[in-house]
């Protein structure tokens, strides 16, 4: 299979060299222009007893890096999960885990955790030459005591947490995230809260022994979620009025945010996050990053479904916001999401990304913990999300078929161009078109190009008002040319999104890089609404050819009618989906 023509595909990023287990690839720009990058890694798996921090450099924009440096030798006692940042000084910062007690066990409710990777005493390192050594000393940082430390087995005397969550600089002062934990048991960490440490004098101060550290919000409780006891893995950015903006996993199918309007002090009532149309975002137990750049745009990092456990990072995908007035300051209002990589194997776990602007480029990394890479983004993408809620034109690009409604009577038929293959090319395709329905008693296909042997394409929509695609097409496997049959793959949209008598407008997209089917109806992405945990489905693997008849048949049992269809060659991102129904709605809602 053909891996070369699609960049979202996470084999053509550059590795950024690791042990065996490797974390939080993060990145900051130093004085000199180099890319240094921290990390976790261990000979052996997540949590193993050699677990330590190192970092590299990178002097070309991440394709190249330089040999592994120790922030901190091999444990045991373990150093876990390190973020960075550079001051004013041109000094850079590691913030770390450091088992500095080298337990070798703790209690938990299923008796004892002998994973002890995330407990112990909060720390940074620093750097004066860019990360090419680091000080001999670590120095603590000292976190004030929480309800959930004095509820933990040890009362406190003990600290469960780690770090993830990047450094911001807000006002003159640094705040760095924490994850405080309440126990260990069911899911590692059954019971977690994040925290701010916030140094005033971080940025300026030169004798780390004099460094000023507080713990944030005020009071006896970290940021929660709204139900539910795991609320972890806070990630801070900063807002262009000075208010900090926070979101961070659950195990409730939804990512949490709140905003900060007194620097971190005080928080809104923790909420489950929702895109510009007010629909809640759905992500699993995963990272979800924000990033501001400088053209004041952001950027979110997510899985958009409803898992509530840690996998289903694959593929990943993105938002796009841009900020909005309320009456208590700015807001992030958030696009609908596009796929940005994704991997073959669809139990790899991307996740742990950092974000690099450099120049005119957009960069992001990503571990799936045995390997870390930099992929750069797709600049095109990321203007499309920026600009998707004002994009308002019909896409061109890929266009090999418009029909007009005296084209779409019912039973008509139309030559039908050749598609390309979802395997061999990683190829895929679009129907876009609008349709008014007069009832969903029946079975209503719309669109069908299958041949005798019922290869091709069938669209349809069911008596509950769901529209269908199947996908029934011959096989690909590499090395073999012969007739490996037929598999069919048939994906739903959402339920309660059309009604009789209305003009709705409706996109199917194939795309066969990741091998997802997704839909867009009347502008809205389907996210499986409160029925399924998601809202897009994978189709087969190795389904390759899907052209069927010479000839599509067009409504030949709607009770309704079709306007407007285009066939597209290629998947139609979420953005232009979004545009054509925004460039036609008025005229249709016109035709009502």
């Not at 053509?12 to 993060?26: K, L, S, V």
């Not at 450099?358 to 992929?375: L, M, P, S």
Request: aromatic letters at 10%.
């Amino acid at each position: 299979m053909n891996n070369s023509n699609d960049p979202r595909h996470i084999i053509h990023g550059h590795t950024i060299p690791c042990e065996e287990y490797c974390d939080q690839p993060f990145v900051v720009q130093t004085d000199d222009g180099a890319w240094l990058c921290i990390m976790t890694t261990a000979r052996g798996e997540e949590g193993a007893g050699s677990q330590h921090v190192v970092s590299t450099r990178s002097k070309d924009q991440g394709r190249t890096w330089s040999p592994l440096v120790d922030v901190e030798p091999s444990g045991p006692p373990e150093a876990s999960y390190a973020t960075t940042i550079k001051v004013l000084s041109g000094r850079v910062y590691a913030f770390y885990n450091h088992n500095t007690d080298n337990l070798r066990e703790v209690k938990s409710d299923n008796g004892v955790e002998r994973r002890v990777d995330t407990l112990g005493h909060f720390v940074f390192k620093y750097s004066d030459d860019g990360g090419l050594s680091w000080s001999s000393q670590r120095h603590e940082i000292p976190v004030r005591e929480f309800a959930i430390d004095r509820e933990n087995p040890y009362g406190g005397k003990v600290r469960f947490f780690w770090h993830v969550g990047k450094p911001v600089v807000h006002r003159g002062a640094a705040l760095v995230p924490l994850h405080k934990v309440g126990r260990f048991g069911e899911g590692f960490m059954p019971r977690s809260e994040g925290v701010f440490l916030r140094s005033d004098n971080l940025l300026t101060e030169r004798d780390p022994q004099k460094i000023r550290w507080e713990t944030l919000p005020d009071g006896d409780i970290g940021l929660r979620a709204p139900r539910g006891a795991v609320a972890d893995e806070q990630n801070l950015t900063v807002l262009s009025d000075g208010s900090l903006y926070c979101t961070y996993r659950t195990i409730d199918g939804h990512p949490c945010h709140a905003y900060s309007r007194d620097g971190g002090r005080s928080w809104t009532p923790p909420a489950y996050m929702t895109d510009g149309n007010g629909r809640l975002i759905k992500h699993p137990r995963a990272a979800n990053f924000v990033r501001r750049f400088s053209n004041g745009k952001y950027l979110y990092w997510f899985h958009f479904h409803g898992g509530q456990w840690y996998d289903g990072r694959n593929p990943v995908w993105l938002c796009g916001a841009e900020e909005a007035d309320s009456a208590q300051g700015k807001v992030l209002l958030w696009s609908q999401p596009e796929i940005a990589l994704y991997d073959d194997d669809i139990a790899v776990r991307m996740s742990y990304p950092d974000f690099i602007e450099d120049g005119a480029k957009y960069f992001v990394t990503e571990t799936q913990k045995t390997i870390a890479r930099v992929h750069q983004l797709d600049a095109s993408l990321l203007q499309g999300l920026w600009q998707q809620r004002t994009h308002n034109q019909v896409a061109r690009n890929g266009l090999v078929l418009e029909l007009g409604a005296t084209s779409l009577r019912s039973g008509a038929t139309v030559d039908m161009p050749p598609l390309p293959r979802l395997w061999r090319q990683r190829g895929g395709f679009a129907l876009d078109f609008w349709v008014r329905f007069d009832d969903f008693g029946t079975h209503q296909v719309l669109w069908d190009t299958r041949d005798q042997s019922e290869q091709g394409i069938l669209l349809w929509v069911s008596e509950r008002g769901t529209p269908a695609l199947s996908l029934c097409g011959k096989l690909g496997a590499a090395r073999i040319r012969t007739d490996l049959g037929l598999a069919e793959s048939v994906w739903h949209g959402d339920a309660g999104l059309l009604e009789p008598g209305q003009w709705h407008h409706i996109a199917v997209s194939v795309d066969g890089g990741p091998k997802i089917i997704t839909w867009v109806i009347d502008g809205i992405l389907c996210d499986g609404g409160t029925a399924r945990s998601h809202g897009w489905g994978r189709i087969h693997p190795q389904v390759d050819d899907v052209n069927g008849a010479k000839r599509a048949t067009v409504a030949h049992t709607l009770r309704g009618q079709i306007n407007r269809l285009r066939l597209y060659e290629r998947y139609l991102r979420t953005s232009e989906a979004i545009g054509n129904f925004r460039a036609e709605r008025k005229e249709m809602k016109e035709k009502a």
